[in-house]
């Protein structure tokens, strides 16, 4: 993944160590073992239990036929399960496939198919949603279920206290996990991590947080997100020897109470989340305890400055912002930096070794100070996505730096400032949606010519997705309901659904008579923002 000379130069220089995932949680228990590193509802596990019941689950897993190298896709909700998994997994040299709860049977059908899962690893109702249904896309993949497995095999039934026929574990440079790419083509790529790579991110991040082991993290977004699970996030806190807890539901009737019971420390939000908390937390007859609230973390998306100045006033903690992906590259605003740069720029770089590069549309390099696409390459982002040689050939320069597809602009001081997206690609509170999976799905509908989706700015989310449709001539119009309906009958994920929908009788053409999808999303764009 890595050429030989930039692996040597990040061990020579100590980002990365030799440490697995399974080899971080074995040195927790011994150091920690009593001290409790998961709390889901009443339900308490120290570092020690978790150790062993991944362990656990490891043997069953390979008693079930998980293999070094095999895929599981992995769709659990915020629960104690998830960490069992991906342990149990991470302890095999198996490779978790991380989807998330949102996703639904085009998302989960296309990763079992795409990685050639072994086993898809889900739970059984979840937010009203039957995820056992999933179990028709997930191929020859063997269906494991938390909670009520109904014709498929328990989750609970494979913990085998017999350990002794476990193989060795896998070596640090291997890939560990996939991760899913909010990228903007048509079917999501998937990220190979390595244990060295991201466990540097995790301590790097963790340092830049001043994470202890007194720190309480509460894990608001999914755990499966990259930002929830290393910026620093749950991995971050384990590595501290601090205690997670692991918030069902966003909301602030959930999350507040949460953070007063358990003396919450930290926590990390998308910005309407953070408006949403800050809006409650104003409108309250009584203030909620939040005096344990030490850091709020802000990313996924640009936060407005007005809403950063109101975190500190209101919530009475300290911001960070975060900017960052799940290929790599993570900035933060430091936990001493003076408030102009807090309110107003997303953070600098983790690491010395993060290369930046900003240039224009030849690549050229942009003046400093002047807006530009971002690329970027360093000790944890990665060289190519998984099996993806033809597009890794676009994603990536020759010489192996990854083109973020953000429009940034970088101040003298080196911290970065977000100004927009080049790709065609909708960031809808946080989640990533391509733009071309949805055109896809919309093109297969019989009263649909052609469809393009856009991004439209929102006060709230940030932005809202639009479909503009061309209807079949002789064919009923189309409404937003039916659009809507017809998605989900696809299994498409929720949020990746259009929020609008406008119908015109032709796309605008260029000079020469063609229509150029880029060309027509960004003039829609240009005229939605305008």
């Not at 896709?73 to 998830?82: E, I, K, R």
């Not at 959930?254 to 104003?282: K, N």
């Not at 590069?357 to 050229?364: A, I, K, P, T």
């Amino acid at each position: 993944m890595w050429p030989d000379e930039f692996a040597r130069r990040y061990r020579e220089r100590g980002y990365w160590t030799g440490q697995t995932f399974d080899a971080l949680l074995r040195e927790r228990a011994a150091t920690h073992g009593d001290r409790v590193a998961v709390v889901d509802g009443e339900r308490h596990v120290t570092y020690r239990e978790l150790r062993d019941r991944a362990l656990s689950l490891a043997a069953g897993l390979h008693r079930l036929g998980v293999r070094r190298g095999d895929r599981v896709v992995v769709q659990l909700p915020n629960t104690a399960d998830y960490f069992d998994v991906v342990f149990a997994l991470f302890r095999l040299g198996a490779l978790p496939v991380l989807a998330l709860p949102a996703h639904r049977a085009a998302e989960i059908g296309y990763f079992c198919s795409h990685t050639e899962a072994v086993a898809f690893v889900t739970t059984d109702v979840h937010e009203g949603f039957d995820h056992r249904t999933l179990a028709a896309v997930a191929g020859g993949a063997t269906v494991v279920v938390a909670g009520d497995p109904g014709e498929h095999t328990a989750l609970a039934g494979l913990y085998d206290a017999d350990t002794s026929h476990l193989p060795p574990g896998p070596w640090p440079g291997e890939t560990a996990f996939l991760q899913l790419s909010g990228g903007s083509t048509g079917l999501p790529k998937l990220i190979p991590r390595t244990h060295d790579d991201y466990l540097y991110s995790v301590r790097a991040s963790a340092e830049i947080c001043a994470l202890t082991e007194d720190s309480v993290y509460l894990a608001v977004l999914p755990v499966a997100h990259n930002f929830t699970m290393s910026s620093p996030g749950v991995l971050g806190v384990f590595h501290a020897g601090g205690r997670v807890v692991l918030a069902r539901r966003p909301d602030p009737a959930t999350v507040l109470p949460l953070i007063a019971a358990e003396r919450v420390t930290v926590t990390a939000v998308v910005p309407p989340l953070a408006q949403l908390w800050l809006d409650a937390v104003a409108a309250a007859p009584a203030p909620p305890d939040l005096s344990s609230l030490r850091l709020l973390q802000v990313g996924g998306a640009k936060l407005g400055s007005t809403v950063a100045a109101r975190v500190t006033p209101v919530l009475g903690c300290r911001l960070q912002q975060v900017f960052g992906m799940a290929e790599g590259l993570v900035n933060y605003t430091r936990l001493d930096d003076p408030d102009e740069i807090v309110l107003h720029t997303q953070g600098r770089p983790i690491s010395p070794d993060d290369e930046v590069r900003v240039v224009d549309d030849d690549d050229r390099p942009v003046p400093p100070g002047t807006v530009g696409h971002l690329l970027t390459r360093g000790p944890y982002t990665i060289r190519g996505y998984w099996r993806a040689d033809e597009h890794n050939r676009v994603a990536f320069t020759a010489d192996g730096f990854y083109r973020t597809g953000d429009l940034v602009r970088v101040r003298a001081d080196g911290y970065i400032v977000v100004e927009g997206r080049a790709k065609d690609q909708i960031n809808r509170g946080g989640e990533k949606i391509a733009a071309e999976e949805v055109e896809n799905h919309l093109l297969t509908h019989p009263a649909v010519h052609d469809a393009a989706i856009v991004a439209v700015p929102d006060p709230y989310l940030g932005e809202r997705s639009c479909a503009y449709v061309v209807v079949r001539a002789g064919q009923a119009p189309v409404t937003l309901a039916t659009v809507r309906r017809y998605l989900r009958g696809r299994g498409l994920a929720e949020y990746k659904i259009p929020d609008r929908l406008q119908i015109l009788d032709a796309f605008p053409v260029t000079g020469v008579g063609k229509v150029s999808r880029r060309v027509l999303r960004a003039t829609l764009r240009a005229t939605q923002e305008g």
